[in-house]
T-cell receptor, first 113, second 116 residues
Framework: GENVEQHPSTLSVQEGDSAVIKCTYS??????FPWYKQELGKRPQLIID?????GEKKDQRIAVTLNKTAKHFSLHITETQPEDSAVYFC????????????FGKGTTLSVSS | GAGVSQSPRYKVAKRGQDVALRCDPI?????LFWYQQALGQGPEFLTY????????KSGLPSDRFFAERPEGSVSTLKIQRTQQEDSAVYLC??????????????FGPGTRLTVT
C-alpha cells in the first residue's frame, strides 16, 4: 500500500522567511496530494492540494510542487507570519473519489517574530 | 455554511466500557471517512462510507470497532470494550463525492477519547 514520508519533523523560521516541507510517496497510482494545517486542538484544515496533471499550484503565499517521476511533492510558504505556526500534514491518495488519504507524520512549523 | 461536526468533543471511558462517537457530515456529502489520530501522528484511515454503504473497513484495528451510517448522513463509530490503546482523537471527514471537488476531504474537530 501507499507510504508517505514527510521531512523535516520540526522547522523553525524567522518571520518573513520562507519555509519548505517535503514529502515522498511510494505508490505510483497516487494522483491527489493535499496539504492540511492543524493548530493545537483544532481540526485539520485543507490549505492547498494538487493533482498529478499539474506540476505546480500557487495560492497567495503558499505553493505546492509535484514531481511524479521522483514521487515527491513539496509545500512552500513565503513571507511566513506567526499565525502560520502549526503542524502541517501532507497526504496522498489514488485516483478514485472516496479513497482514503494516507498522511505523513507531520511537520511542526514555528514562526518567531 | 456548516462544516463537519462531531460529538462529544471529549470522552473519558473506563477500560472495558463501550463508547459511541457521532459525526454529522456536511449536508449533501456522499462520502464519509473516519480516521484515528494518535498524539503527535498523522491521521490514520479507519473506514469509508459512500452514502449508507460501508465500502472500506480495512483500517478498523479490531472487531471491537464498528461504524454505521444507516440513512446516509449521520455516522456513528462504536468501540466496544475499550482498551488503553484506543486512546486517541477520532476524526470524521466528508467529501462531496461528486465532480471536480470529489477528492477534497473536510474534517470535523474530532473526539478526544481517553481510556483510563
Amino acid at each position: 500500500g501507499e507510504n508517505v514520508e514527510q521531512h523535516p519533523s520540526t522547522l523553525s523560521v524567522q518571520e518573513g522567511d520562507s519555509a519548505v516541507i517535503k514529502c515522498t510517496y511510494s505508490d505510483s497510482a497516487s494522483n491527489y496530494f493535499p496539504w492540511y494545517k492543524q493548530e493545537l486542538g483544532k481540526r485539520p484544515q485543507l490549505i492547498i492540494d494538487i493533482r498529478s496533471n499539474v506540476g505546480e499550484k500557487k495560492d497567495q503565499r503558499i505553493a505546492v510542487t509535484l514531481n511524479k517521476t521522483a514521487k515527491h511533492f513539496s509545500l512552500h510558504i513565503t513571507e511566513t507570519q506567526p499565525e502560520d505556526s502549526a503542524v502541517y500534514f501532507c497526504a496522498a491518495s489514488s485516483n478514485q473519489a472516496g479513497t482514503a488519504l494516507i498522511f505523513g507524520k507531520g511537520t511542526t512549523l514555528s514562526v518567531s517574530s | 455554511g456548516a462544516g463537519v461536526s462531531q460529538s462529544p468533543r471529549y470522552k473519558v471511558a473506563k477500560r472495558g466500557q463501550d463508547v459511541a462517537l457521532r459525526c454529522d457530515p456536511i449536508s449533501g456529502h456522499v462520502s464519509l471517512f473516519w480516521y484515528q489520530q494518535a498524539l503527535g501522528q498523522g491521521p490514520e484511515f479507519l473506514t469509508y462510507f459512500q452514502n449508507e454503504a460501508q465500502l472500506d473497513k480495512s483500517g478498523l484495528p479490531s472487531d471491537r470497532f464498528f461504524a454505521e451510517r444507516p440513512e446516509g448522513s449521520v455516522s456513528t463509530l462504536k468501540i466496544q470494550r475499550t482498551q488503553q490503546e484506543d486512546s486517541a482523537v477520532y476524526l470524521c471527514a466528508s467529501s462531496s463525492g461528486l465532480g471536480a471537488s470529489s477528492y477534497e476531504q473536510y474534517f470535523g474537530p474530532g473526539t478526544r477519547l481517553t481510556v483510563t
